[in-house]
């Protein structure tokens, strides 16, 4: 008889406090199988998005993500700008690469600091979410939010950035770039770090290109694809830089793609905000009308594609979403089975799902339901499997 | 050779292109076909499945399988009309591993059996969710229940 343990992590991911049920079949501390359920979080905004008008729908996808809340409405606005098959004011362009890529950078500093934590550095969670902090700002004093920035509307932008405002703006962003570079610098040389997170929840190249799996997840195990590259949009091909590959596809180059993007994303700001023409921000579109129409963004986990199909009337027929978390999550199943219980949450949370894992993770017997190990458990293995290579 | 005379040469007239844009095309195909065209977009040409929409339509549900060509930036929808009322369409898991979540996902929504699927448990929807009541169809569930008996 085989003597295998299932251990439930869910419906909350321990690190990232959204709902997503894993299931892992342990023998000893290997891990042997897994399953994982989805769905707790459910709102059916794609039906939702047909009874609105075109109008309305970028605030309500908006509200897909707290998050990376631009690439939805940032997809869908393109989707919608393809039926009517128009071109948007070059000013609005860049000014949608600014959001964009400035959700990148506190997307990635989030998700650096979560990891920070998880594996028992909190130094790194504290310095992630401190320098996250000024990116919050330069939002809020671009659209006078901090989140959820109510910039996007089909055919442009709603809301100018002041000429006068710009030297203040690239002073923040220097700032920024101090930050990122200092912290991806401390990170990457950190000889624990690296024995932690190296060789662990490898996802091979193969794998990634048969699951489709998009953004930092594919270009950390050397699938060089970035929706800003490969279909250029906004002004993404106005401007100068790079894609970040890693071969890898362990959890460390994963984190060394996020960190060294921030950086990447600084020059493009930077960039934008020299060369951003003068000119109107808004193309007045009075109607989308009839066909069919997709739009892409690149998010910060990755491609976010949403189809239109339009019928003429004010409101969309049907509206597909797809987030990038979608394609990412199931990679999970080659990256766990045969690691251990402690690199476990690790490993679901290096693709940056968006959306849950948990934070009652629970290691149980099989048959009788009985908890063995309660989440806080778990998160104090993997911290002490750190501190324990800090020793050596 | 371009992608799309590639595959122009490959399945003559089992097809219908429609070019909207340089970046944007759309192949209509029918049923049978459908399953060879996307694994050699898939795994002879290297797209990249992005996803795959369901349509509710009164024919029938409209499947909708986007595919990537990052290298040559250009997004080509492959088209299948699903009939009802048997809405039956072959699994394209198994070649396309990607495609395991979005095929569970059609069949919970819109009620489309994918045959030869692994799992088509729901994904989404609760455990409890009544059979036969699929979400993202344009009708009622009664009014669809209604249809049903008047052409009985």
């Known amino acids: ?20 049920f894993f299931k892992f079949y342990v023998e000893g501390e290997k891990i042997v199988d897994a399953e994982v359920r989805i769905g707790y979080n459910h709102r059916g905004i794609e039906k939702l998005a047909e009874s609105k008008t075109y109008d309305q729908d970028p605030f309500l996808v908006e509200r897909i993500c707290g998050i990376c809340s631009t690439s939805h409405p940032f997809a869908f606005v393109r989707a919608a700008e393809d039926v009517a098959g128009i071109q948007i004011p070059e000013r609005a362009e860049y000014i949608r690469t600014i959001i964009g890529d400035l959700e990148r950078i506190h997307s990635h500093l989030l998700w650096v600091g979560l990891a920070g934590h998880f594996i028992g550095y909190n130094t790194v969670f504290m310095w992630a979410w401190k320098y996250r902090e ?29 000429d006068s405002d710009i030297p203040a703006l690239l002073k923040a962003i220097d700032e920024v770039e101090k930050f990122c570079s200092m912290l991806t610098k401390a990170v990457m040389d950190d000889p624990v770090i690296q024995a932690r997170l190296k060789g662990i929840g490898i996802l091979k ?103 239109i199909r339009a019928n003429g009337t004010n409101f969309p027929e049907r509206h597909k979403i797809r987030a990038p978390s979608f394609m990412n ?32 993770m629970a290691v149980v017997e099989p048959g009788t339901e009985k908890v063995l190990l309660t989440g806080e458990e778990l998160v104090k293995l993997s911290q002490q499997k750190t501190e324990g290579l800090k020793k050596r | 050779m371009n992608i799309l005379e590639q595959i122009r040469n490959r399945f003559v007239d089992k097809i219908g292109i429609m070019e909207k844009s340089a970046k944007r095309v759309y192949i209509a195909v029918e049923k049978e076909e459908a399953r060879e065209l996307v694994c050699y977009l898939f795994r002879d040409l290297g797209a990249r499945f992005s996803i795959a929409t369901g349509v509710d339509t009164r024919p029938g549900i409209e ?3 986007h595919m990537a060509f990052d290298a040559n930036d250009l997004m080509l929808t492959v088209r299948v009309l699903v009939r009802k009322p048997e809405l039956e369409m072959p699994t394209f898991s198994d070649f396309m591993p990607a495609a395991e979540w979005i095929e569970r996902e059609i069949h919970e929504m819109f009620g489309v059996k994918f045959i030869g699927h692994p799992n088509l448990q729901t994904l989404l929807l609760p455990d409890d969710w009544p059979e036969g009541v699929y979400p993202l169809r344009k009708g009622t569930f009664e009014s669809e229940k209604e249809n049903e008996e008047r052409e009985n």
């Open chain 1, 329 to 360: 999550v199931p990679s999970f199943k080659k990256t766990v089975i045969g690691e251990s219980i402690a690199d476990a949450a690790l490993i679901t949370a290096a693709v940056d799902p968006c959306y849950c894992c948990t934070e009652r």
């Open chain 1, 205 to 307: 190249k193969q794998d990634a290109i048969d699951l489709s799996v998009v953004g930092p997840v594919a270009r950390a195990s050397g699938v060089a694809i970035d929706v800003r590259k490969d279909h250029p949009y906004a002004a993404y091909d106005r401007i100068d830089w790079n894609i970040i590959v890693t071969e890898s596809g362990d959890i460390f180059d994963k984190a060394a793609v996020r960190l060294l993007e921030t950086l990447e994303s600084v020059k493009i700001i930077r960039q934008c905000l020299k060369q951003m023409p003068k000119g109107p921000i808004d193309a007045d579109i009075r109607e989308v009308g009839v066909g069919e129409g997709i739009g892409q963004h690149e998010a910060p986990r990755g491609e976010v594609f949403h189809y």
């Open chain 1, 1 to 20: 008889m085989r003597k295998e343990t299932l251990i439930p992590i869910g419906p909350y991911h321990p690190l990232l406090e959204e709902p997503e």
């Open chain 2, 63 to 65: 499947i909708l399988y």
């Open chain 1, 134 to 162: 000024p990116v919050l700002d330069i939002f809020e004093a671009i659209s006078g939010n901090r989140n959820h920035y109510g910039m996007f509307k089909v055919g442009g932008v709603r809301r100018d950035i002041k």
